[in-house]
């Protein structure tokens, strides 16, 4: 890298150009990193032209090292890179001095692809929800302010050919397990239901000037977009597995496209995978362990949509590592309703919500490999049992999904959890 990075604090007048990064959800994730993801030829949110190719930074560490301590301000002990696909993560542990005695120690350097960074009102709107949800007793990461009081820096570096920009933003590092590596059970999975529906509906009462930048009306993740995904049928071939998202795809538009009116809207997180809630455990009275959700991490997915996306969307994910992942539904479902009922509506579209966003994980992730086929095992996590879920649902049908979920979840009302 030629010249360096070169730092623009950058401040709140921006506007939103355009947003084309991808992801493929259901890989893991370390610390609050924004996990790894793709790039895709995806419509942009803006202006509806397609993207180019996302530039990952390359900042090395002794690079990654100087922003901390020349923007943050910050003396760094130790830094190593974390997993990332197009944005770069480090995790920082910085040298105690007398005027960081009572700070945290440890934080997550965020560093955006180059693409990214062209959004920063969108970033400063998700950074300023982190903010806003620990403060309302949420376990997000604390945003650390530069030296010029802001939570964004703009980094220019001179690569040769051209002057690229990235954004830089400094997290506290949050401890805990992903969930991916506990064993399921119903009590944890009605405690990230609860999570999910609290969330959405503490930011009820979020505000910001630039809150618009949420509407992100061709993100390829956000639910309500999955009839985009019949461009990218190509990279299934011609088997069941392509029909049965086909069909997906013609009820969504049938039996969704035409309710959505009819379904409450909210800020969805969107993203909470399994490898984006962290836990940690504690001995019950009876000696067992209980978990509690002590981390939530990557809201690079927020944008509006609805209630009831949320909660597809959770129950999609925390079935992809369970070993009776019909059942799982039920339990998360009653979580989010002890916060927010579903109407008969939203209740009635859960089913197809749930197919479609494993359509939109299963679909993306098989563009993603014919872009880049070296990264095949890396980007096929998710599909590993994500197709196998989906033809068992599908196979089961609507009606007979439906009585165990909502049986399940009745059984909650009575104190008898099955």
């Given at each position: 890298?030629?010249?360096?990075?070169?730092?623009?604090?950058?401040?709140?007048?921006?506007?939103?150009?355009?947003?084309?990064?991808?992801?493929?959800?259901?890989?893991?994730?370390?610390?609050?990193?924004?996990?790894?993801?793709?790039?895709?030829?995806?419509?942009?949110?803006?202006?509806?032209?397609?993207?180019?190719?996302?530039?990952?930074?390359?900042?090395?560490?002794?690079?990654?090292?100087?922003?901390?301590?020349?923007?943050?301000?910050?003396?760094?002990?130790?830094?190593?890179?974390?997993?990332?696909?197009?944005?770069?993560?480090?995790?920082?542990?910085?040298?105690?001095?007398?005027?960081?005695?009572?700070?945290?120690?440890?934080?997550?350097?965020?560093?955006?692809?180059?693409?990214?960074?062209?959004?920063?009102?969108?970033?400063?709107?998700?950074?300023?929800?982190?903010?806003?949800?620990?403060?309302?007793?949420?376990?997000?990461?604390?945003?650390?302010?530069?030296?010029?009081?802001?939570?964004?820096?703009?980094?220019?570096?001179?690569?040769?050919?051209?002057?690229?920009?990235?954004?830089?933003?400094?997290?506290?590092?949050?401890?805990?397990?992903?969930?991916?590596?506990?064993?399921?059970?119903?009590?944890?999975?009605?405690?990230?239901?609860?999570?999910?529906?609290?969330?959405?509906?503490?930011?009820?009462?979020?505000?910001?000037?630039?809150?618009?930048?949420?509407?992100?009306?061709?993100?390829?993740?956000?639910?309500?977009?999955?009839?985009?995904?019949?461009?990218?049928?190509?990279?299934?071939?011609?088997?069941?597995?392509?029909?049965?998202?086909?069909?997906?795809?013609?009820?969504?538009?049938?039996?969704?496209?035409?309710?959505?009116?009819?379904?409450?809207?909210?800020?969805?997180?969107?993203?909470?995978?399994?490898?984006?809630?962290?836990?940690?455990?504690?001995?019950?009275?009876?000696?067992?362990?209980?978990?509690?959700?002590?981390?939530?991490?990557?809201?690079?997915?927020?944008?509006?949509?609805?209630?009831?996306?949320?909660?597809?969307?959770?129950?999609?994910?925390?079935?992809?590592?369970?070993?009776?992942?019909?059942?799982?539904?039920?339990?998360?479902?009653?979580?989010?309703?002890?916060?927010?009922?579903?109407?008969?509506?939203?209740?009635?579209?859960?089913?197809?919500?749930?197919?479609?966003?494993?359509?939109?994980?299963?679909?993306?992730?098989?563009?993603?490999?014919?872009?880049?086929?070296?990264?095949?095992?890396?980007?096929?996590?998710?599909?590993?049992?994500?197709?196998?879920?989906?033809?068992?649902?599908?196979?089961?049908?609507?009606?007979?999904?439906?009585?165990?979920?909502f049986e399940t979840a009745k059984s909650y009302e009575s104190g008898i959890s099955i």
């Open positions: 890298m030629r010249g360096g990075p070169r730092s623009c604090e950058s401040g709140e007048t921006s506007e939103l150009e355009r947003r084309t990064a991808a992801r493929v959800p259901g890989c893991w994730r370390a610390g609050v990193t924004s996990g790894p993801r793709v790039v895709a030829e995806i419509m942009s949110s803006g202006d509806g032209q397609h993207s180019q190719a996302l530039t990952k930074p390359t900042f090395s560490e002794v690079q990654a090292s100087s922003i901390v301590e020349s923007v943050f301000g910050l003396k760094v002990s130790k830094i190593q890179p974390l997993p990332s696909y197009d944005d770069q993560n480090f995790h920082v542990c910085i040298s105690r001095t007398k005027d960081t005695t009572d700070g945290p120690s440890e934080y997550v350097l965020k560093i955006s692809n180059s693409e990214s960074s062209k959004t920063p009102d969108l970033i400063e709107v998700q950074s300023h929800i982190i903010i806003f949800l620990r403060a309302a007793g949420f376990p997000t990461a604390s945003m650390c302010r530069t030296k010029g009081d802001n939570i964004t820096s703009l980094m220019s570096v001179d690569s040769g050919s051209e002057i690229k920009s990235y954004l830089v933003r400094l997290l506290t590092y949050l401890p805990g397990r992903p969930i991916a590596e506990i064993p399921m059970s119903p009590q944890l999975l009605y405690e990230i239901g609860r999570v999910a529906a609290k969330l959405d509906k503490t930011l009820e009462k979020f505000h910001h000037p630039k809150l618009n930048s949420l509407h992100r009306e061709n993100f390829i993740w956000n639910l309500k977009n999955v009839p985009l995904l019949e461009k990218y049928l190509y990279a299934l071939g011609q088997n069941r597995n392509r029909e049965i998202v086909e069909q997906v795809v013609q009820l969504f538009k049938d039996e969704v496209m035409t309710k959505l009116s009819h379904f409450r809207e909210c800020i969805n997180h969107g993203d909470l995978n399994d490898h984006n809630i962290l836990i940690e455990s504690s001995k019950s009275a009876f000696g067992d362990a209980v978990y509690q959700v002590s981390g939530i991490l990557d809201f690079d997915d927020m944008s509006y949509g609805y209630y009831v996306f949320e909660v597809a969307i959770t129950i999609m994910y925390m079935m992809i590592e369970s070993k009776t992942p019909i059942q799982v539904g039920g339990h998360v479902l009653a979580g989010f309703e002890s916060v927010v009922p579903l109407t008969p509506v939203e209740r009635g579209a859960l089913y197809l919500l749930v197919c479609s966003r494993f359509c939109q994980s299963l679909v993306l992730a098989a563009h993603s490999v014919q872009l880049y086929p070296e990264n095949e095992e890396y980007l096929m996590i998710t599909a590993k049992t994500g197709w196998k879920h989906l033809q068992q649902m599908f196979d089961m049908g609507q009606k007979a999904v439906e009585e165990i979920w």
